[in-house]
């Protein structure tokens, strides 16, 4: 039975969904549109079945075909990623995070990271979240002149704490990440280095920004974002010890049976991903970033840092409009047609709930086709939607100049 036969009304929100993300221009930095082939992976008959374990070593019978599958997916990470070990089975970011937490740390261990408010991700050491009730955070902090990694801020903090790991890698952090010399901090307090890098991992794998390999002891990352998969997890490593110790903390340290569905989907990504026109791809979301910052900026709005070197930039709104918020330009965006989200900028006076800036990314709008050529257009329509925030007409106006512009760059199938 169809799912339009069995469940009409969830059948009607997706084909609704579907024609919003179709006429909508997606500017949230860490969402994509997968291929019409890591979708039907996704949403094949491996979903039936548990494969707890490793591949020739699972807990069920019946699972050589999902052993092939995880094994594919694995060697085509490694290769991506220039590694020698990948654990393909996290669920998500924050799970990969939480497994490489227990590889590396004890309860109650220390670690360093960026402060959630400039930059850094939940599952870095937010109070609520699982990474700062069994661990222990301290923050190092941004440069306040260039809004930049204040690498003397690391150092310091780094000889205070003499923590076990330093993790970088960020959510909202516009700038190219100097693992070189995070690893050289860690190895003057003999710390391990973990980078997360779930926003950049297309740009590390394609050359687009620098690789954290040689220099990180663990890499995670999603596989969605600018890799352009599934949503999901991974962890990379050249450490054999830690590979098992990686290996533990997922299965079963945090996690029962895979989703094989999901891991078959990962493995099509990354055979996607290895190929040349992927290269181009994010070598362009890149192009399309500069752009769209450069637009933004002509239209008199200030961006953290002064730009982008990857895939997202931070809009300071105040510099265009001191009244304007960052949940004033989410909700007057969407309503003309552009999805973005609300992002505190560095020193931010109001909070988390209303925000000073918006965090844009291109990956999205450069795999429906867009160049750079479009993001001044973007630029345009974005500055109107804002200026025009308190007139529905104005924004229902707009909505139907981006439904008619999108027309023009149709949806990956």
């Known amino acids: 039975m169809s799912l339009v036969q069995s469940d009409p009304k969830i059948a009607e929100l997706i084909a609704v969904e579907q024609r919003r993300q179709e006429s909508t221009l997606e500017l949230i930095a860490?969402?994509?549109?997968v291929s019409k082939a890591v979708m039907e992976a996704a949403g094949s008959c491996l979903t039936n079945k548990y494969a707890e374990g490793y591949p020739g070593h699972r807990y069920y019978g019946g699972c050589g075909n999902y052993d092939q599958i995880e094994n594919i997916a694995i060697d085509?990470?490694?290769e991506l990623f220039g590694c020698q070990f990948a654990n393909v089975q996290p669920h998500s970011g924050a799970n990969a995070n939480l497994a490489a937490f227990m590889a590396m740390m004890q309860p109650g261990d220390y670690y360093l990271s960026l402060v959630l408010s400039s930059g850094g991700h939940l599952s870095h050491g937010m109070k609520l979240n699982t990474s700062a009730i069994f661990y222990k955070p301290d923050h190092y902090e941004l440069d306040p002149k260039t809004e930049t990694i204040d690498f003397e801020s690391v150092r310091r903090k780094a000889h205070e704490v003499k923590p076990k790991m330093i993790l970088c890698g960020y959510s909202a952090y516009p700038r190219t990440i100097d693992f070189k010399k995070f690893r050289e901090i860690c190895d003057e307090v003999g710390a391990l280095l973990f980078a997360d890098i779930a926003h950049i991992a297309g740009l590390v794998a394609t050359g687009a920004h620098p690789s954290p390999f040689p220099h990180a002891h663990v890499v995670s990352t999603t596989t969605h974002k600018t890799l352009r998969g599934p949503r999901g997890g991974l962890i990379l490593t050249n450490?054999?010890?830690?590979?098992?110790?990686?290996?533990?903390?997922?299965?079963?340290?945090?996690?029962?049976?895979?989703?094989?569905?999901?891991?078959?989907?990962?493995?099509?990504?990354?055979?996607?991903?290895?190929?040349?026109?992927f290269k181009t791809y994010c070598q362009q979301i890149v192009k399309n970033a500069q752009a769209l910052a450069a637009a933004l900026q002509k239209q008199g709005y200030r961006l953290q840092s002064g730009g982008t070197d990857n895939h997202l930039m931070l809009v300071d709104l105040r510099a265009r409009n001191e009244a304007f918020t960052g949940a004033d330009a989410e909700q007057a965006m969407e309503a003309a047609g552009m999805i973005a989200?609300?992002?505190?900028?560095?020193?931010?006076?109001?909070?988390?709930?209303?925000?000073?800036?918006?965090?844009?990314?291109?990956?999205?709008l450069t795999t429906r086709g867009l160049k750079e050529a479009d993001m001044v257009t973007v630029a345009d329509l974005l500055d109107r939607?804002?200026?025009?925030?308190?007139?529905?007409?104005t924004l229902a106006k707009i909505r139907d100049e981006v439904a008619e512009f999108c027309k023009k760059f149709p949806m990956p199938h």
């Open 30 to 33: 860490s969402e994509n549109h």
């Open 76 to 78: 085509r990470a490694k």
């Open 239 to 277: 450490d054999e010890a830690l590979s098992k110790a990686i290996n533990r903390s997922v299965f079963p340290g945090s996690q029962g049976g895979p989703l094989m569905h999901i891991v078959a989907a990962k493995a099509v990504a990354f055979g996607e991903a290895l190929k040349p026109e």
């Open 341 to 364: 989200n609300k992002n505190a900028i560095y020193n931010d006076p109001r909070p988390p709930k209303l925000t000073s800036g918006v965090r844009l990314g291109t990956p999205a």
């Open 385 to 393: 939607a804002l200026m025009g925030k308190d007139s529905p007409e």
